[in-house]
T-cell receptor
Framework: AQRVTQPEKLLSVFKGAPVELKCNYS??????LFWYVQYSRQRLQLLLR??SRESIKGFTADLNKGETSFHLKKPFAQEEDSAMYYC???????????FGTGTRLQVFP | DAGITQSPRHKVTETGTPVTLRCHQT?????MYWYRQDPGHGLRLIHY???????DKGEVSDGYSVSRSKTEDFLLTLESATSSQTSVYFC????????????FGPGTRLTVL
């Protein structure tokens, strides 16, 4: 079964601290993985996707097929990073996304 | 915002009444989706559409129906609203091609009393 697990509902850190939001997936085959972010009172927007291997707003995420993980990392958190983060999985031959339950990141000054 | 709007943005209704939410896009994309967002559940797919009059069920389709008579509009109907359908509903679109992302609408907050 295809599944995305985000074990942390809430992650609280202080400004300048490193951040790691965990995402594990269950999928047989070649997954496409994404991180979406939802700032307060805004719509969801794509943060990054593993295919692009990009860094957006200082965030990176590496696909680890051995551990079936796609953790989101940032070395120095900023207050404006406070938001809801969703990990999502798309199977290769469809356009449907399967979302995790989300992690709320709170960055304190 | 990829040209996606949702209406209404907020609605309060009573149990047993029918409710229709509208998603409108100006990008002429084929694929459209309806999700609901609930604490502890994340986003769950309700229905989706691959084109005009081409729709299919998602993960949580019970109690919902959809229609797509035009490329730009995707309607979600709750035939008889229940309190368990109180949620925030998001519409999304995606273009063709494996690298195209999903773009989301602003959401509709529905409260069923």
């Amino acid at each position: 079964a295809q599944r995305v697990t985000q074990p942390e509902k809430l992650l609280s850190v202080f400004k300048g601290a490193p951040v790691e939001l965990k995402c594990n997936y269950s999928y047989s085959g070649s997954p496409e993985l994404f991180w979406y972010v939802q700032y307060s009172r805004q719509r969801l927007q794509l943060l990054l996707r593993h295919i692009s291997r990009e860094s957006i707003k200082g965030f990176t995420a590496d696909l680890n097929k051995g551990e079936t993980s796609f953790h989101l990392k940032k070395p120095f958190a900023q207050e404006e990073d406070s938001a809801m983060y969703y990990c999502a999985l798309k199977s290769y031959n469809t356009d449907k996304l399967i979302f995790g339950t989300g992690t709320r990141l709170q960055v304190f000054p | 915002d990829a040209g996606i709007t949702q209406s209404p943005r907020h609605k309060v209704t009573e149990t047993g009444t029918p409710v229709t939410l509208r998603c409108h896009q100006t990008e002429n994309h084929r694929y459209m989706y309806w999700y609901r967002q609930d604490p502890g559940h994340g986003l769950r797919l309700i229905h989706y559409s691959y084109g005009v009059k081409d729709t299919d069920k998602g993960e949580v389709s019970d109690g919902y129906s959809v229609s797509r008579s035009k490329t730009e509009d995707f309607l979600l109907t709750l035939e008889s609203a229940t309190s368990s359908q109180t949620s925030v509903y998001f519409c999304a679109i995606t273009g063709t091609g494996r690298l195209n992302e999903q773009f989301f609408g602003p959401g509709t907050r529905l409260t069923v009393l």
